[in-house]
């Protein structure tokens, strides 16, 4: 049907749209073929327990998103399982290289400092990558990926606006009175 979704999973095969084009080849088929395409990128909110995890999934996200060269929608999953503050967590939404560079410098090698400065300027030369909170046991946060993606591909652009319903008039008779039967 027109309004259906069409799903393709490609869990842990990054390498088929970070740096081989099967995706894309894929993707650029559906397109002729006349269908919307949204890329979703999901990346697991443990990755958020280590800034060297999160680097990498983020460089990762990007990655797709400039092979790929579609609409994106990247979500962070398994919220359920976080028990930090929201405040905590909106840092990870529109994740801030310079905080995640710091963060990394931290536990790492000062050998490895200019490597991870090289990463978080990537990620601030594109500034691209951001994430939607997914708890599956919320229906608003459902509501609100899914409205982002339904953005992405422009879900119901295209269908003409419908003129609110009228209400029936009551029956009357002859002079006008309302039946109440």
């Not at 119901?156 to 039967?181: Q, S």
Request: glycine share 4%; with cysteine; charged share 25%.
């Amino acid at each position: 049907a027109d309004d259906d979704y069409f799903i393709i999973d490609c869990p842990g095969q990054i390498e088929l749209y970070s740096h081989m084009p099967v995706m894309k080849n894929i993707v650029a088929a559906l397109q002729r073929w006349g269908f919307m395409t949204c890329a979703v990128f999901v990346l697991d909110s443990q990755f958020i327990a280590d800034s060297g995890k999160f680097l990498s999934g983020c460089l990762a996200c990007l990655s797709a998103m400039v092979q790929l060269e579609i609409a994106h929608v990247n979500v962070l999953t398994k919220m359920d399982l976080i028990r930090k503050k929201r405040s905590f967590m909106e840092r990870f939404y529109q994740p801030d290289p310079e905080n995640l560079v710091a963060d990394l410098n931290e536990s790492s090698n000062p050998s490895m400092y200019r490597l991870n400065q090289a990463m978080g300027e990537l990620l601030e030369d594109y500034s691209l990558v951001g994430f939607l909170p997914l708890n599956i046991y919320d229906p608003e946060s459902l509501n609100f990926v899914l409205s982002h993606i339904d953005q992405a591909v422009q879900y119901g652009e295209d269908l003409e606006p419908r003129d609110p319903e009228e209400p029936e008039a009551p029956e009357t008779d002859a002079g006008g009175w309302v039946n109440e039967d």
